[in-house]
């Protein structure tokens, strides 16, 4: 980012105009895990995460909470300057790592968990691909699915993620029982076995560790109990899914939030069929994937659908994203 970009994006007195004319808006960020050791996936470093948060303050950025930030937006008050923190699925390093910055800073953060992992029970199917694609030998492999070939290069570690890439996107279009027979296939080629509960690269926290840091300010929110996309699932295994997973939190946790949280979350993994479902469970929003800041009529007019953005990997983009200017783009988007 140019100095003058950077200017543009950041400068009170433009921002204040610019908000005059569009209204407040808010940025609810999400992040997923830290960065981990074998470059398996982008994960976020925590020195880097800091480096935001400092970055936001001395900007005058207010941080709320998720419970909070819709709370006030249905309520109709303006969400101006504000942003959120949102982390999804509960896995160990989040605590370890994540968490602790946020807190240290008072960004109050959320963090959806979900709930077969936490209690041990299983472990997400997208993670049970990466495990596979990370783990086996280097090659070339063969699928077949519907009848068609599919290649898998897992040469090298490049190649490795964007195969984890390819098979999750194929088993975002099927249905739950073909997801599992996706996964005992990809087994079978790549002669690795996932293993029935989670190995230590995608360890989960625990109840008491969520209780622990939930008395210094943390969250915990629904991210159901499978995480599998609404869309791969019928809408008693999607009722079945709210009511354990709200449950389990309600028994474990003395406040969980009121918000939900859609298992990936972008237009493909649920649609506006799906919201009146979660609202019949007895959550008061739901957010998404739907990278895009959000505002107070847009939470009221749509809050089982708010829009998230992902957390970004330098200064400059977290600058650009919660700036007026990135409202206004997705404005007129």
């Not at 480096?51 to 709320?64: I, P, R, S």
């Not at 309520?75 to 605590?95: E, H, M, P, V």
């Not at 969250?219 to 999607?238: M, N």
Request: proline share 6%.
């Amino acid at each position: 980012m140019s100095p003058l970009a950077k200017f543009m994006h950041s400068d009170a007195r433009i921002e204040h105009f610019f908000s005059a004319l569009v209204g407040g808006w808010a940025t609810i960020f999400t992040l997923h895990r830290s960065t981990p050791p074998n470059g398996s996936y982008e994960g976020i470093d925590p020195v880097f995460l800091a480096e935001c948060l400092t970055y936001a303050q001395a900007q005058g950025y207010e941080f709320v909470s998720l419970d909070e930030l819709v709370e006030r937006a249905l309520r109709g008050d303006s969400l101006k300057r504000c942003l959120c923190f949102t982390l999804d699925d509960g896995f160990a390093d989040q605590l370890d790592v994540l968490i602790p910055v946020l807190l240290r800073y008072n960004a109050k953060p959320t963090l959806f968990v979900i709930t077969d992992l936490v209690d041990g029970v299983d472990w997400p199917w997208d993670n049970q691909l990466a495990y596979m694609c990370w783990h086996a030998q280097p090659g070339h492999y063969v699928l077949e699915v519907n009848a068609q070939p599919v290649s898998i290069d897992l040469t090298n570690n490049e190649s490795r993620k964007k195969s984890r890439r390819l098979l999750t996107r194929m088993a975002k279009e099927m249905k739950r029982p073909e997801i599992i027979q996706l996964i005992s296939q990809v087994q079978n080629v790549l002669h690795v076995d996932a293993p029935p509960s989670a190995p230590v690269e995608y360890q989960p926290t625990t109840w008491q560790q969520l209780r622990d840091y939930e008395s210094q300010g943390l969250r915990v929110g629904c991210h159901t109990k499978t995480h599998f996309t609404f869309s791969a699932l019928s809408d008693e295994e999607i009722m079945h899914e709210l009511n354990f997973s709200k449950q389990r939190l309600i028994d474990e946790m003395m406040n969980p939030s009121a918000i939900f949280c859609y298992p990936s979350g972008t237009q493909k993994d649920f649609s506006e069929r799906h919201e009146p479902l979660v609202q019949r469970a007895g959550f008061l929003a739901a957010v998404s994937t739907l990278s895009k800041n959000t505002c107070t009529k847009a939470i009221q007019a749509a809050p089982y659908r708010i829009q998230r953005i992902g957390m970004p990997q330098t200064l400059n983009h977290f600058i650009r994203y919660t700036s007026w200017f990135e409202y206004l783009r997705g404005r007129m988007g």
